[in-house]
């Protein structure tokens, strides 16, 4: 079985500070981590993914995670908030033994202020 | 390059009755998915597609729900009948095989009344 919990349902930072989107995943397998964000609207869309190479991925819009496994935990990070940054985010796990099944988190919201 | 598309957008009906979603892959995806989204929720796989088979449908409502792919592109999921706790967002997905990276469309939008 798999699963993750994003432990913060809602997030607000200012603009040029930093972000911090906190998931602890759980997974039988060797599991493949990702990050979803979801514009109001719009389609899902991958932010970044890890599959067991390096630990410390890079994704797009200067977003990255840090996969810990003895932490079980894959927290998303950005040095510098930016106003198009808000939106929905979902922490994503998936067994490499299950056939790609995704298993979404319920999602944090994240909000950007002036 | 065209994304997934997914039609309507949205849709109003009334309870009790039939609806129907629409999407196209992304051309050339082999594998296509469709989840399920409530409101303040992350989406659950409802079934997946590899070609025209249906091998993964094992959280389809198979009472109520109902999906198709018949020549291994489109693909039509209904719903008949509708009820109140069937509003939600029907997300299309596809891949390029079944272990790649999930495109998704934006949606369909279901309110029941």
């Known amino acids: 079985a798999q699963s993750v919990t994003q432990l913060d349902s809602h997030v607000s930072v200012s603009e040029g500070t930093p972000v911090l989107l906190r998931c602890n995943y759980s997974s039988s397998y060797s599991p493949s981590l990702f990050w979803y964000v979801q514009h109001p609207n719009k389609g899902l869309q991958l932010l970044l993914k890890y599959t067991s190479a390096a630990t410390l991925v890079k994704g797009i819009n200067g977003f990255e995670a840090e996969f810990k496994k003895s932490e079980t935990s894959f927290h998303l990070t950005k040095p510098s908030a930016h106003m198009s940054d808000a939106a929905e985010y979902f922490c994503v796990v998936s067994d490499r033994g299950g056939g790609n099944k995704l298993t979404f988190g319920t999602g944090t919201q994240l909000k950007v202020e002036l | 390059e065209a994304g997934v598309v997914q039609s309507p957008r949205y849709k109003i009906i009334e309870k009790k009755q039939p609806v129907a979603f629409w999407c196209n892959p992304i051309?050339?995806?082999?594998?296509l998915y469709w989840y399920l989204q409530n409101l303040g929720q992350g989406p659950e796989l409802l079934i997946r597609y590899e070609n025209e088979e249906a091998v993964d449908d094992s959280q389809l409502p198979k009472d109520r729900f109902s999906a198709e792919r018949l020549k291994g592109v489109d693909s039509t999921l209904k719903i008949q009948p509708a009820e109140l706790g069937d509003s939600a967002v029907y997300l299309c997905?596809?891949?390029?095989?079944?272990?790649?990276?999930?495109?998704f469309g934006p949606g369909t939008r279901l309110t029941v009344l």
């Open positions: 051309s050339g995806h082999n594998t």
């Open positions: 997905a596809s891949s390029l095989g079944g272990r790649n990276e999930q495109f």
